[in-house]
């Protein structure tokens, strides 16, 4: 890098080749690994639970970041205190958007953490705190590798982005984020990569999310009465709930294989939440349950919706006084891309090449806003980033090394594709 630049950047011409440009892009990563450590603890250190915060502080430290960086971050915001953050760099067609959501899920019982969940505190070789692997590590990898390609943009022949959005773990339904800026055309991407964690698997689809929310309507009597007593008044919706739930937990839809999640099957999860009941006196006239069902292409939600409402009918049949509502408030498609996809076989290639292992290439259970990109025609990989563990569990945590290590095979990829 020039000193006599304050941007940073290199004119036209300074680097002759794709190899040396690699080069450089992962030594300047290299001198800013300790940035790169500093920017995920600063974020994993703003709490974003959804539900709980607003992810307004994290993406204010996140468009801070890139303005030092020397990039223009815009803030779409569809939600007082829920922005999203873009950016973008280079000129040309092709376009590579990597893609992180700004929130986390609750933190859990406390007491099951063995450090402060918003410490950022790193031990081991391993960085600790909630949001750490899902999915701030891959939020600060993919800043300062913008930061870093911005050295160097005269040299590409395509753009890059940077999509920081709200609101996924609230079930990926993309309300706040990825629907907007993709109708606003802030996403014009050709492919895409979710910065999940994860190098062992490079995800290319997700399983489908079918979330049901069913209410048992029941009828209260006083559990010491007469009326009850004699079966002439009162409903238990209670054990009518755990009536279809226990119905639900046995039921096996039918589903085909699919060469896209090769030893996957549809799983279903029955009272994921669940409550019931008014005091302690009453037969119970209400209970409420959630219904979590991942499936595989092919498996109509439709037709499950209306297997469970039959299920649920054939219980009210039995209790004259009991009628069950269903609601679908999540239904989200499983989705999936081709291996042969470029940024597939590119983000494979320098994963093996830097790590000695080659990626399984697979669809992965856990659903995400993949499928809306996909939908929308950019072909994207679901997930595939700094490695680490504990997602959604007591001491989620990154490894420190997969930081750099996720940015080098980022880079790589990049660069592979937008110098053809």
Not at 196 to 202: E, S
Not at 244 to 263: G, I, K, M, Y
Request: one cysteine or more.
């Amino acid at each position: 890098m020039r000193r006599d630049d304050p941007a940073g950047r290199l004119p036209p011409g300074r680097l002759s080749g794709r190899a040396a440009l690699r080069t450089a892009v992962w030594q300047r990563l290299a001198a800013r690994e300790d940035e790169l450590v500093a920017l995920c603890q600063q974020l994993v250190r703003i709490p974003s639970v959804n539900g709980v915060h607003f992810e307004q502080g994290v993406v204010d430290a996140v468009a801070a970041a890139l303005r030092v960086l020397g990039l223009a971050p815009e803030m779409p915001t569809f939600e007082p205190g829920r922005p999203n953050v873009v950016a973008t760099l280079g000129t040309g067609r092709a376009g590579l958007l990597f893609l992180a959501h700004s929130d986390t899920v609750a933190v859990g019982e406390s007491s099951h953490w063995t450090v402060d969940p918003f410490g950022g505190e790193v031990r081991a070789g391993r960085l600790y705190s909630r949001g750490a692997c899902d999915n701030k590590a891959g939020l600060a990898v993919a800043v300062v590798l913008l930061g870093i390609l911005h050295e160097f943009e005269a040299e590409l022949n395509g753009r890059v982005l940077l999509a920081c959005i709200p609101d996924e773990e609230s079930g990926a339904t993309g309300r706040l984020g990825i629907m907007p800026l993709l109708e606003a055309g802030l996403l014009s991407a050709t492919q895409a990569i979710y910065t999940y964690p994860g190098l062992d698997v490079l995800a290319i689809g997700h399983r489908g999310l079918l979330r049901l929310r069913a209410r048992a309507i029941g009828e209260a009597a006083h559990t010491g009465g007469d009326e009850w007593e004699r079966g002439e008044r009162g409903a238990n919706a209670v054990t009518a709930m755990a009536r279809l739930l226990l119905a639900v937990e046995q039921w096996q839809p039918p589903f085909q294989p699919s060469p896209a999640f090769p030893n996957r099957r549809p799983v279903i999860t029955p009272g994921t939440l669940i409550r019931g009941g008014r005091m302690e006196s009453m037969v119970p006239p209400d209970c409420e349950a959630m219904i979590d069902m991942r499936l595989l292409p092919g498996q109509e939600s439709q037709t499950l919706i209306e297997e469970v409402r039959a299920m649920a009918d054939a219980i009210a049949r039995e209790r004259p006084r009991v009628h069950f509502e269903i609601e679908t408030p999540v239904d989200l498609p499983a989705a999936f891309i081709p291996a042969e996809t470029p940024i597939v076989q590119r983000l494979a290639h320098w994963a093996e090449a830097l790590t000695g292992r080659r990626p399984a290439i697979a669809g992965v259970g856990p659903a995400n806003e993949g499928y809306l990109l996909i939908q929308a025609g950019i072909p994207t990989v679901c997930g595939f980033g700094p490695p680490g563990g504990n997602a959604h569990a007591a001491d989620e945590y990154v490894e420190v090394a997969g930081l750099l290590l996720a940015a080098k095979i980022y880079a790589a990829a990049a660069l592979d594709l937008l110098m053809e």
